[in-house]
């Protein structure tokens, strides 16, 4: 379970709480796509192929209402379920994670994929579609992690090219 919730929020960089409420029906029939805040989302074979293989093994009949989380333990749980084993799945792999907690935040796993989106030239605007931020939060948290755009490319190069995709550019 853990796993998935890792992966999908690396893909789909949305608040915990919406990737933790995902149902099934949120999901194409087949699991090749994930529909978040209103964007079709490509999974990779590789997950898609993981959770049929998983699917198959819960002995139960499967609703489109279903929790897709909730598919795969046995309990009612809150999207804070994910900060534990994230914590131990850090301290086994040698990360230096504190002492005197037993719990790690999850929206690092968040923050990852958003920054990975900027620094690979994502569009703003997509973005914050996609994660449910606002231009103005996507500004504060790419300068919380010193993410400058500009420094990744050329932004002459970058702004020259949008503009001469303007219909009348070349009539001007």
Do not use: H, W
């Not at 139960?60 to 999207?79: A, N, Q, T």
């Not at 939060?137 to 992690?145: G, Q």
């Amino acid at each position: 379970m853990i796993g998935f919730f890792f992966k999908i929020t690396l893909l789909v960089p949305a608040k915990r709480k919406v990737i933790a409420n995902l149902k099934v029906k949120d999901f194409s029939d087949n699991f090749e796509l994930l529909y978040s805040n209103g964007i079709k989302i490509k999974l990779p074979r590789a997950l898609s192929q993981d959770i049929k293989r998983e699917l198959k093994k819960i002995d139960k009949e499967i609703c489109g209402e279903d929790l897709f989380f909730e598919l795969f333990c046995s309990c009612k749980y809150s999207e804070n379920v994910f900060n534990t084993p994230l914590y131990y799945a850090l301290r086994e792999t040698g990360y230096d994670v504190p002492e005197d907690k037993d719990t790690f935040s999850v929206e690092c796993i968040r923050n990852t994929g958003i920054v990975n989106l900027a620094v690979n030239g994502a569009n703003p605007y997509l973005i914050t579609r996609l994660t449910g931020l606002s231009l103005g939060s996507l500004d504060v948290l790419l300068r919380r992690f010193e993410v400058n755009i500009d420094e990744q490319s050329n932004i002459n190069e970058m702004i020259n090219r949008e503009i001469s995709k303007y219909q009348f550019y070349q009539d001007i």
